[in-house]
């Protein structure tokens, strides 16, 4: 499969220099307005794009200076089988600009004088971006056609029955099966129909079986030409469609409970939903290819395709893009996490506005996941991360905060809603996602995959962490086995301890007691293991015991957490000083 390997940008719109690796099905995931859709711009513009289609504005802005030149590079992979698309004299000079199947294509956009330049290809030959003659049209022919799907656009326009509109190229793409088994048949109609319209060769000899009345009013124009140039001659001709223009015309009607009805007499759900239908049809047409037959690939780029569907739904849509995807590229931007599945974290990418550096200014940074750290995607942890759907908000934050369980994710978003409107950044403070991962035994997991994946992954655990949990952490620590034999030793003498099958246990009434040990008998110990968890596996552990005491909640009313949220916003009960010391660490001033 011809497939687009990774695409490069720079100096287009909020992208300074961007590389991109591009997956079979590329999920773009991020923040509004941290360049998703400039990518899917850059990529259309590179391989259908024309100077009229850029604009001084589209040149990057740097500290109110703008970038003189936009380069877009692509390297695409699997070109060789589909150079047979491409006129028979320019295959030659096609080939010779492979590396090992790869092609490597560019266009430059200048801001004085304004244009945009022709497609150039890579020569490996002469080490240098060339365009031989010819081979622009030529390359048009083998890289993929575009179908670009935007957010939000005109029903009418999109509903055009031409092969530029995206309804079209949509159709089209579903017709190659059409044109394949009734070809022959419409090409031989046509070809019958002919004589009726044109004269035709026969024999070396011209026929004229044209109908009476196309004779009579050709004779009646050439007589009056002839009236005024002597010796002259006409014919009307006649440009019979070919298969190819029959289905560029086709069209889709809708009825809605009412008359049947172009798409663009109908809203932007029923297109939406539409467009979900066309794709499930075309991902089954692509599942039975026809034996021998090379067309040239498209490549999908689908804006927000969650639009306007319900969940279910764009479960559906999430079905159908991945089996469309495995025969050709699909690439969409999306604010939708349940398009984001454990199984389709290879293609994931995550775009944020970066800081650049010596610069006050920001510019779209792309994270990949490291796949080598994430564990398979059948992983019960990787897939409940995913799945939750409160945590989903964690795919488009800056920072994430994994916490224990419903009611450290209250208290603490009700503490960060105060926080926020004090932060020392102001409005320019880091976005923070907080999430339950259920239980503090799973959350080191959970910060590792986090952390794979690309995301600044924090975790806040109780204190009863240091002697339940630690350890997954900090391994075989000296320090901390050291803290944890003393730990229970003291805990044993005061009798806090219950034995289970051979394995300690704290006794459920005796938490507070066990407390008391780390914040007084060790306290210097427990603060060491603290630091070195927060410096070393960035994970806060509470000084003071449990969450909820934080909040004026006791063992026996510590399930009135909602209730406790409700008065930390309306201000009745103060806002803790290491809570808030916690969220600057979390979100320190300057780390956008």
């Not at 497609?119 to 031989?132: R, S, Y």
């Not at 957010?151 to 089209?172: C, H, I, M, N, R």
């Not at 419409?186 to 196309?214: C, H, M, S």
């Amino acid at each position: 499969m011809l497939s687009l390997a990774k695409i490069s940008v720079s100096g287009y719109r909020s992208i300074q220099s961007l590389e991109i690796p591009c997956a079979d099905l590329t999920i773009l995931i991020g923040r509004n307005n941290s360049g998703k859709s400039n990518v899917l711009r850059a990529l259309r513009l590179l391989l259908e794009g024309s100077p009229r289609d850029l604009s001084a504005d589209d040149f990057h802005t740097d500290g109110g200076t703008r970038a003189d030149k936009i380069e877009i590079r692509a390297e695409f992979a699997g070109v060789q089988p589909y150079l047979a698309l491409s006129v028979e004299q320019h295959r030659p000079k096609l080939e010779k600009s492979l590396a090992d199947g790869n092609m490597v294509v560019r266009r430059i956009g200048t801001r004085q004088p304004l244009d945009f330049a022709k497609m150039e290809i890579w020569q490996p030959d002469k080490g240098e971006f060339g365009t031989p003659t010819g081979i622009d049209a030529a390359l048009k022919q083998v890289l993929p056609e575009v179908v670009f799907i935007e957010a939000f656009t005109d029903p009418t326009e999109e509903a055009q029955a031409k092969s530029s509109a995206t309804l079209g190229k949509l159709l089209k793409q579903i017709a190659q099966s059409i044109s394949a088994q009734v070809g022959s048949a419409v090409q031989e109609a046509l070809a019958n129909a002919a004589p009726k319209f044109n004269l035709v060769e026969r024999d070396g000899e011209l026929v004229d079986e044209r109908a009476d009345d196309i004779r009579r009013v050709e004779q009646r124009i050439r007589d009056r030409l002839r009236a005024v140039v002597d010796a002259t001659d006409v014919r009307i001709k006649f440009a019979l469609p070919e298969v190819q223009d029959l289905l560029s015309s086709v069209r889709v009607d809708l009825q809605d409970r009412g008359l049947w009805t172009p798409l663009d007499a109908k809203g932007q759900g029923l297109q939406r939903a539409l467009y979900l239908a066309l794709l499930q049809a075309l991902s089954d047409e692509l599942r039975s290819p026809k034996p021998g037959q090379l067309t040239r690939p498209f490549i999908l780029l689908f804006e927000e395709p969650e639009s306007f569907l319900h969940p279910a739904l764009q479960r559906q849509m999430g079905c159908a893009l991945a089996e469309i995807s495995a025969t050709n590229q699909v690439i969409i931007a999306t604010h939708s996490p349940i398009l984001v599945s454990p199984g389709r974290l290879a293609g994931v990418r995550i775009l944020r506005r970066a800081p650049k550096e010596g610069s006050d200014s920001c510019a779209t940074a792309c994270s990949v996941p490291d796949l080598e750290l994430l564990p398979d995607a059948q992983d019960k942890q990787l897939a409940s991360l995913l799945a939750l759907a409160p945590t989903s908000e964690f795919l488009f934050a800056d920072t994430v905060l994994v916490v224990e369980g419903p009611s450290d994710s209250a208290l603490l978003r009700a503490s960060w809603d105060l926080v926020r409107e004090t932060h020392p950044a102001g409005p320019a403070c880091p976005s923070l996602a907080i999430i339950d991962a259920g239980s503090k035994h799973v959350l080191p997991a959970w910060l590792r995959y986090l952390r794979a994946m690309g995301f600044n992954a924090l975790g806040l655990v109780d204190l009863d962490f240091l002697w339940d949990g630690a350890g997954k952490c900090l391994g075989g620590d000296k320090d901390h086995a050291r803290f944890i034999d003393a730990f229970w030793k003291l805990a044993e003498t005061q009798g806090l301890v219950e034995d289970t099958v051979g394995q300690k246990r704290m006794r459920s009434t005796c938490k507070p007691a066990a407390f008391a040990i780390l914040t007084k008998d060790l306290a210097a110990q427990a603060d060491l293991i603290r630091e070195r968890l927060k410096k070393d596996h960035a994970t806060w552990v509470l000084r003071s015991g449990e969450i909820e005491g934080y909040f004026g909640l006791t063992v026996s009313s510590k399930g009135n957490y909602v209730a406790a949220s409700r008065r930390l916003a309306n201000h009745e009960i103060p806002l803790d000083k290491e809570i808030r010391a916690m969220f600057l660490w979390a979100t320190p001033e300057g780390a956008l």
